[in-house]
């Protein structure tokens, strides 16, 4: 019947379900260590994680902390009480056949986010946050989850301490979901409860269906939140993928509905090496997983102890600063702030010596630079140092900011040197007083005509004068010091 195209303006509402591990030495309700990154698998496991029968879990303070930390962060309300519930499900990464997860009291209820700036400025609302445990992880080997020729089992990961993050459906497009989920990172990290360099940290599952752009007006209603059919893309695990995703599921979508046929209300997989999204089964529904209390932990109680627990300065406080204190501009304080190591970088190198001097090596030439390589701060987490001496080389007059950006900036970054190694190498440092004159001499002497072009007011024989001394000094004098030199001379 109708397999016509019709035609429908339909706009996408997106919610998501993000899954952050927080930064604590041990497992949320064991002593297990949680610094696995090098260890052979099943390695950091005990009876409580495994799930032996007659094991005790005791609350991890520290996830609780960073919990509230977060709650704090979003300017969520933080009850008094709170609890843990079962959540039963039965799949191989879960040895207990339940996961210890928080379901009608979470720790952290109604809170917000912040995206984008000025005129893009949308607040994204956060329905809650609560606190889990992470399951174990599986390798599926010779193939992906749905070829391979079996599976294994890492208990490793089980109980690392988990926040689930669930916000509420307003996102519009794909690219908001992105600009989310750095600010999301962003915070946590200036938190110090989140390490985005650990693989399947973040890991989100993104709800999306289409609606008539109509029923968008004023905020769609619960009905029609309710009876749009949505997708549940699961398994996404940065930022990048989770954009292509929701593009990908928003034409599918689109198509289907254009095509006037229905979108099924499943879950998908994020296929990440084909690049499409794929049904994986009906959607769970609440009642299949036959919530109940967990009696083995008591009620959490946060109320007179919330309040001890400080935040440091956030990104937008520490980027309305950055505009205040050191006069920068609020695309530049935007870049400055977006890491907390660059944002730290650059206030000691403004403290130390000039704050525009800092801005733009930072701001501009460090991430500049970076960018132009496809580097990531993270690719140069340990190099911060080596940045500051450059900075410190130009501060004090080393070297000129032109080699400084155009040699050995480029250089460090290509060729993984020091800066020290670089202009001692390069024969950067800047030309003792004494060279530059004799080169000043010099380039008078030979050209005799520009000297007398000089004197009849041709302001371009000056420039070239210029020219001949830095060629001599091979480039490392200082052309506005030569300039002056030379007028000096020919006066
Ligand atoms: P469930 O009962 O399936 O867990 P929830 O109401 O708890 O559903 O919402 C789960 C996620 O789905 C939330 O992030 C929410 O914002 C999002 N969501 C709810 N309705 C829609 C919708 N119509 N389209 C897209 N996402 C939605
Ligand atoms: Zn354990
Ligand atoms: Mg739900």
Redesign the pocket.
């Known amino acids: 019947m109708s397999q016509q195209v019709q035609d429908r303006d339909l706009a996408a ?5 993000v899954h952050v591990q927080l930064e604590t030495d041990t497992k949320i309700f064991c002593g297990c260590s949680t610094d696995t990154a090098d260890a052979d698998p099943n390695t950091h496991t005990c009876p409580v994680c495994l799930g032996l029968p007659g094991a005790l879990p005791v609350l991890n303070e520290g996830a609780v902390e960073a919990a509230v930390k977060l709650g704090k962060a979003i300017d969520a309300n933080i009850p008094e009480r709170t609890r843990f519930h079962r959540k039963n499900y039965f799949y191989p990464d879960l040895p207990k056949g339940f996961q210890i997860t928080q379901y009608d009291a979470p720790i952290c209820q109604d809170g917000e986010l912040e995206v984008g700036t000025g005129d893009d400025r949308r607040v994204i609302g956060i ?1 809650r946050a609560h606190l889990e445990e992470d399951p174990g992880s599986l390798q599926h080997v010779g193939g992906s989850i749905e070829d391979a020729d079996y599976t294994l089992v890492d208990y490793n990961r089980a109980g690392t301490p988990l926040m689930e993050i ?5 996102f519009r497009a794909a690219d908001e979901v992105r600009s989310f989920l750095a600010k999301l990172t962003e915070v946590l990290e200036y938190l110090g409860i989140f390490d985005a360099e650990r693989d399947g940290s973040l890991r989100v ?1 993104a ?3 289409m ?1 008539d752009s109509e029923d968008l007006d004023g905020g ?1 209603s619960h009905e ?3 009876s ?1 059919n ?1 997708t ?1 893309v699961k398994n996404i695990s940065s930022h990048r993928a989770a954009q292509k995703a929701l593009a990908y599921e928003i034409t599918r979508q689109r198509n289907q509905l254009e095509r006037g046929m229905a979108v099924e209300q499943e879950t998908r997989h994020w296929d990440e090496a084909r690049g499409v999204t794929v049904s994986m089964r009906s ?1 769970e ?2 009642k299949d997983y036959r919530y109940f209390r967990e009696a083995d932990i008591p009620p959490l109680e946060v109320s007179d102890w919330k309040e001890e627990i400080p935040i440091p300065e956030l990104p937008d406080a520490r980027r309305e600063r950055f505009q205040a204190e050191y006069g920068v501009g609020d695309e530049t304080a935007s870049k400055l702030t977006s890491r907390k190591a660059v944002a730290d970088l650059f206030e000691e190198l403004a403290d130390e010596y000039d704050a525009g001097l800092a801005a733009t090596w930072v701001a501009d030439n460090v991430l500049g630079e970076l960018n132009y390589r496809d580097l990531s701060l993270d690719d140069v987490a340990d190099r911060y140092d080596e940045f500051e001496r450059l900075v410190e080389l130009v501060a004090e007059d080393e070297i000129t900011s032109k080699n400084a950006e155009e040699v050995v900036l480029r250089t460090m970054l290509d060729e993984g040197r020091g800066p020290d190694d670089v202009v001692e190498a390069e024969g950067l440092g800047k030309t003792s007083g004494d060279e530059v004159a004799q080169a000043v001499t010099e380039a008078i002497e030979e050209n005799p005509d520009a000297v007398e072009d000089y004197h009849d007011g041709e302001d371009d024989a000056l420039n070239f004068l210029v020219g001949q001394v830095m060629g001599k000094t091979g480039g490392s004098a200082d052309p506005g010091q030569v300039n002056e030199l030379l007028r000096e001379e020919l006066a």
């Open positions: 509402v997106i919610g998501l379900e329905e669930v916000t509420r459906p307003d599952d709800n999306i269906s609606v769609p029609v939140l309710e749009a949505r549940e959607k529904e609440e």
